[in-house]
């Protein structure tokens, strides 16, 4: 009697924990503020798409939903109207594209399709945009004075770090100011730093999205690179695939080079025979 129930129990834990696990493995999606993002939702389309049941909501509120064979819209709330696009006829998915995305489109939505059990699947969704390219200010009694450094138009909120030569800076910056500017929900974020600068330092101040993990940089009193804002994701992809092609090609020559080898060999060797 005791192991049928052992069994139960065991398939019921297993059923919580994959539905937790599909529930854990969703890692929030995350789309640029003014463009369009997919928020994917796979499933398993019915034959007859009229028997389709598909509601995309967000706590009650209606972003998108497709029912009876089509795209319905009558109890779409404002917010998404003319901004949503379901894909079932076009690539049998339940995914939905949000366009012309803004702040307040950071949240959880839920994806409730099937015909006639229905599944759950929840995406979050995170958003994000560049700043600016960074302006630095310096002081008109230079070299000593407070320097300024300047990104504006991002989101999340930046982290603006400076160094001195590329080694961390032996004074502190004044707390960052970060101004979130109400109408485009975008920050503008703002370090100082009271300092005396020679001119053969280096100064360089780094504003930091940690969400998009991109790094846009201004340089003071660089010789060579003066005043390019980079973005210091690109110069190590370059140099690292600059660095395996060389690699690709040396082997591909070493290769060769040792096949031609043997195979002159074997001809030498098939001739003494012959
Ligand atoms: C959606 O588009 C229709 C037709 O172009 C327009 O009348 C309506 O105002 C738009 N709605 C929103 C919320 O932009
Ligand atoms: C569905 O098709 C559209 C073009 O019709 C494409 O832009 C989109 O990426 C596709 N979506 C998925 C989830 O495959
Ligand atoms: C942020 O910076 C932009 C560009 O300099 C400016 O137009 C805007 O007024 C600033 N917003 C706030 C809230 O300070
Ligand atoms: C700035 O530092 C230099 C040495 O690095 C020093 O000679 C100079 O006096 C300092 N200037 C001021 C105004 O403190
Ligand atoms: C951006 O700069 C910060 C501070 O120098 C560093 O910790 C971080 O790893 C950098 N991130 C990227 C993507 O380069």
């Avoid at 398939?11 to 890692?27: E, G, H, P």
């Avoid at 995350?30 to 369009?36: D, F, N, P, S, T």
């Avoid at 499933?43 to 209606?62: A, E, K, R, S």
């Avoid at 759950?120 to 000593?144: F, G, I, W």
Wanted: with cysteine; net charge neutral; aromatic share 6%.
């Amino acid at each position: 009697m005791k192991k049928p129930r052992a069994r139960n129990l065991l398939s019921a834990f297993c059923l919580l924990a994959s539905l937790f696990t599909v529930a854990c493995v969703n890692s929030p999606i995350i789309g640029i503020i003014g463009e369009a993002v997919m928020l994917p939702c796979p499933c398993m389309l019915p034959m007859n798409l009229d028997q389709l049941y598909l509601y995309w909501q967000i706590q009650g509120t209606v972003v998108d939903t497709f029912i009876n064979g089509e795209a319905s819209r009558s109890h779409q709330d404002i917010m998404y109207q003319n901004r949503t696009k379901l894909f079932v006829r076009e690539n049998n998915t339940c995914s939905l594209l949000l366009s012309q995305l803004s702040v307040k489109d950071e949240k959880t939505y839920e994806c409730l399709h099937g015909s006639p059990h229905i599944t759950k699947n929840d995406v979050s969704l995170l958003v994000a945009v560049n700043y600016t390219p960074p302006v630095l200010q310096v002081p008109s009694e230079q070299p000593r004075g407070r320097y300024t450094c300047t990104a504006t138009g991002g989101f999340p909120e930046a982290t603006i770090h400076w160094l001195l030569d590329n080694q961390p800076l032996p004074w502190n910056p004044e707390p960052q100011q970060s101004v979130l500017d109400e109408s485009t929900g975008r920050y503008n974020v703002t370090s100082t730093l009271a300092a005396n600068i020679s001119q053969d330092s280096t100064l360089t101040c780094i504003v930091e999205n940690k969400r998009l993990n991109v790094n846009l940089s201004q340089t003071l009193n660089s010789p060579s690179i003066q005043d390019t804002p980079q973005n210091h994701i690109v110069i190590p992809v370059v140099v690292v695939s600059c660095c395996g092609v060389i690699v690709v090609v040396c082997l591909g020559i070493t290769m060769m080079r040792r096949y031609l080898r043997t195979s002159r060999r074997t001809i030498q060797h098939n001739n003494t025979v012959v």
